[in-house]
């Protein structure tokens, strides 16, 4: 089993709508998750992090996490062609541990 | 947002070269990692370093990578003997200044083994 599994997509979802990206990991010990956008040739960029279960908000983006389903997931509101890059998702057991990523979900947005 | 630098951006050796990464983490901070990207695959974990020590290291950090903190602020990552499957995109990352935890990454350095 994978230690994080993400669609690598692409996902294509026209530009205003909501793209909905998901993700599950394997280490129930994973007590932080973090989401980083990647844009082609590029390092990852942090967009945010989410420790404790539920939802958080910062701007256009809102991060969704449940770790009984080991599930979570970053929903970017109103998007812009500026947000077509690989998300990827992070998982980390705790404290200043590494972060394990996924193979990443390409969005497209499509003007 | 906090920056993390590191040079060269592009690095082209010839095969069996030892070849030295360097990386300016985040000011003060003690927590310093590696990572790699071979092209399409995923983000891969190298090495954490800790307050001058090596903390945690993957299956893939083996005798021919180390790390070094060669003075207070920098950081290097030296591939000794280059093989033609070290070519990847090799990031540092840093720990920010606001007690979350999060990772920054620095931009990168590309190598290229021929």
């Known amino acids: 089993q994978k230690e994080v599994e993400q669609n690598s997509g692409p996902l294509s979802v026209p530009e205003g709508a909501i793209a909905s990206l998901n993700c599950t990991y394997s280490?129930?010990?994973?007590?932080?998750f973090f989401w980083y956008r990647q844009y082609s040739g590029k390092s990852p960029e942090l967009i945010m992090f989410?420790?404790?279960?539920g939802d958080k908000e910062d701007g256009r983006f809102t991060a969704q996490l449940n770790k009984a389903s080991q599930y979570v997931s970053l929903l970017i509101r109103d998007s812009q062609p500026s947000d077509s890059a690989t998300y990827l998702c992070?998982?980390?057991?705790?404290?200043?541990?590494?972060?394990?990523f996924g193979i990443g979900t390409k969005l497209q947005v499509i003007p | 947002e906090p920056e993390v630098t590191q040079t060269p951006s592009h690095q082209v050796t010839q095969m069996g070269q030892e070849v030295i990464l360097r990386c300016v983490p985040i000011?003060?901070?003690?927590?310093f990692y590696w990572y790699r990207q071979i092209l399409g695959q995923k983000v891969e974990f190298l090495v954490s370093?800790?307050?001058?020590?090596?903390?945690?290291k993957s299956e893939i950090f083996d005798d021919q990578f180390s790390v070094e903190r060669p003075d207070g602020s920098n950081f290097t990552l030296k591939i000794r003997s280059t093989k033609l499957e070290d070519s990847a995109m090799y990031f540092c990352?840093?720990?920010?200044?606001?007690?979350?935890?999060?990772?920054?990454f620095g931009p990168g350095t590309r190598l290229t083994v021929l």
């Open positions: 370093f800790y307050n001058n020590e090596i903390s945690e």
């Open positions: 280490d129930r010990g994973s007590q932080s």
């Open positions: 000011s003060n901070h003690l927590y």
């Open positions: 989410i420790y404790s279960n």
């Open positions: 990352a840093s720990p920010g200044t606001t007690g979350d935890n999060e990772q920054f």
């Open positions: 992070a998982p980390r057991s705790g404290g200043y541990q590494k972060v394990t």
